[in-house]
C-alpha cells in the first residue's frame, strides 16, 4: 500500500521568502501525486496534480512541484510567498492498484510573518 | 457553475442522536468519497462509493452510515454508535476508475456532538 509523510507539521516563513514544503511517498511504481491547499474551516483546493511527462509541473497561485523518483519525493515549492498562502498544505498520492482512491499526508500548517 | 455542495457548514447535535450530513455535486462524477479531519490530523476516509448503488468502508467506517440512490448525492449518518463524532466532515468526488484521480472537496460540515 501507498504512504505519504510530511515531515513539517509546522513552517513559519516571512513574507517575500521562498518556501519549500517536503513530502515523501512510498509506492513500488510511478505514483500520481497531488498538491491540496486548506484554508481554516474550508474544504481542499487541488494546488496542482503530476500523473507523468515533465517532472516539474506548475499549478495555481503561482506554485510548483518537482517529482524525483530517485528520492521518492514530491516537494511544493513558491519563489514568493504571500500572507494569503497562510494555510494547511496536504500532499496526497494514487496508486493503480488502490482503484482511485488517494492517500493523505498529514499536512503542513504554513504560518506567514508580516 | 459545477461543484460540491455540503449542507449545513454547522451542526450541532445532542449525544445519542443520529444525524445525516448532506453531500450533492453536479460535476457528474461517478465515485464519491467522505473524510473525517480531526484537529492537527490528517484526512481520514469513512466510506467511498464508485457507482451508483454501491459503496464501500474505508478506514474508520464504524458508526457511521452512507446510500447513494443518485450519482449526485452521497449522505453521510453520523449514528449514535460513533464514539467522538465531534469533527470536520469533508465530502469529495472524482471521475471515477475511468477517469482522473483528482478529487474535488466540498466546504466541509463541522458537527458537534454534546
Known amino acids: 500500500a501507498q504512504s505519504v509523510t510530511q515531515p513539517d507539521i509546522h513552517i513559519t516563513v516571512s513574507e517575500g521568502a521562498s518556501l519549500e514544503l517536503r513530502c515523501n511517498y512510498s509506492y513500488g511504481a510511478t505514483p500520481y501525486l497531488f498538491w491540496y491547499v486548506q484554508s481554516p474551516g474550508q474544504g481542499l483546493q487541488l494546488l496542482l496534480k503530476?500523473?507523468?511527462?515533465?517532472?516539474l509541473v506548475q499549478g495555481i497561485k503561482g506554485f510548483e512541484a518537482e517529482f524525483k523518483r530517485s528520492q521518492s519525493s514530491f516537494n511544493l515549492r513558491k519563489p514568493s510567498v504571500h500572507w494569503s498562502d497562510a494555510a494547511e498544505y496536504f500532499c496526497a498520492v494514487g496508486a493503480n492498484n488502490a482503484g482511485n482512491m488517494l492517500t493523505f499526508g498529514g499536512g503542513t500548517r504554513l504560518m506567514v510573518k508580516p | 457553475d459545477g461543484g460540491i455542495t455540503q449542507s449545513p457548514k454547522y451542526l450541532f447535535r445532542k449525544e445519542g442522536q443520529n444525524v445525516t450530513l448532506s453531500c450533492e455535486q453536479n460535476l457528474n462524477h461517478d465515485a464519491m468519497y467522505w473524510y473525517r479531519q480531526d484537529p492537527g490530523q490528517g484526512l481520514r476516509l469513512i466510506y467511498y462509493s464508485q457507482i451508483v448503488n454501491d459503496f464501500q468502508k474505508g478506514d474508520i467506517a464504524e458508526g457511521y452510515s452512507v446510500s447513494r440512490e443518485k450519482k449526485e448525492s452521497f449522505p453521510l449518518t453520523v449514528t449514535s454508535a460513533q464514539k467522538n463524532p465531534t469533527a470536520f466532515y469533508l465530502c469529495a468526488s472524482s471521475q471515477g476508475l475511468a477517469g482522473s484521480y483528482e478529487q474535488y472537496f466540498g466546504p466541509g460540515t463541522r458537527l458537534t456532538v454534546t
Open positions: 503530476y500523473f507523468s511527462g515533465d517532472t
